[in-house]
Antibody, heavy 115, light 112 residues
Framework: EVQLVESGGGLVQPGGSLRLSCAAS????????MSWVRQAPGKGLEWVAN????????NYVDSVKGRFIISRDNAKNSLFLQMNSLRVEDTAVYYC????????WGQGTLVTVSS | DVVLTQSPLSLPVTLGQPASISCRSS???????????LNWFHQRPGQSPRLLIY???NRGSGVPDRFSGSGSGTDFTLMITRVEADDVGTYYC?????????FGQGTRLEIK
């Protein structure tokens, strides 16, 4: 059974940083692109970033370029999202998803950016 | 970026009746590799999204055959033949043919 478990969310002040983690199991992690998708309170889904199997290619939505960094540790079947210079509008539930096409999703972790 | 426009945004349906959701793309979604990367997801209130349809018309694991997807180019449709109470929630389309991947704005299905 595929499992994706996110952690690392919380309350942070504007301008602060947070690092999200996603522990993957139940599939061959090294065979898949991995993605982060977010959902602001009461809003729709927004793709944030993805990373190739070997970590050699990453892509970001324009609104987070230069502030967020996606990475992975294939030895530990883990995905990360380093979020810097956080803004109020980054407040959302952040989901880890398997593949570019988001075949499976985690339960999400809430990030709240507020003073 | 590719814009996906879903309609309707709100869909009241009587139990047992069919339902249809449209997803129209601002650009054609046929990839140079011959595939069309258009997926549909269902999100129940308070839950994570769940894959329903991938590659336009392929049902995800465990998805009932009441759900079907169709379309090509820029016009795509999700059909539910007989709506059940468990189908309430929001439905999203996603394209990953073009970078960055983009979602439709969502269609909220409710039972009349």
């Amino acid at each position: 059974e595929v499992q994706l478990v996110e952690s690392g969310g919380g309350l942070v002040q504007p301008g602060g940083s947070l690092r999200l983690s996603c522990a993957a199991s139940g599939f061959t992690f090294t065979s898949y692109w991995m993605s982060w998708v977010r959902q602001a309170p009461g809003k729709g889904l927004e793709w944030v970033a993805n990373i190739r199997q070997d970590g050699g290619e990453t892509n970001y939505v324009d609104s987070v370029k230069g502030r967020f960094i996606i990475s992975r540790d294939n030895a530990k079947n883990s995905l990360f999202l380093q979020m810097n210079s956080l803004r109020v509008e980054d407040t959302a539930v952040y989901y880890c998803a398997r593949g570019v096409t988001a075949v499976d999703w985690g339960q999400g972790t809430l990030v709240t950016v507020s003073s | 970026d590719v814009v996906l426009t879903q309609s309707p945004l709100s869909l009241p349906v009587t139990l047992g009746q069919p339902a249809s959701i449209s997803c129209r793309s601002s650009r054609g979604l046929l990839h140079s590799d011959g595939n069309t990367y258009l997926n549909w997801f269902h999100q129940r209130p308070g839950q994570s999204p769940r894959l329903l349809i991938y590659g336009v018309s392929n049902r995800g694991s465990g998805v009932p055959d009441r759900f079907s997807g169709s379309g090509s180019g820029t016009d795509f449709t999700l059909m539910i033949t007989r709506v059940e109470a468990d189908d309430v929630g929001t439905y999203y389309c996603l394209q990953s043919t073009h970078r960055p991947p983009t979602f439709g704005q969502g269609t909220r299905l409710e039972i009349k």
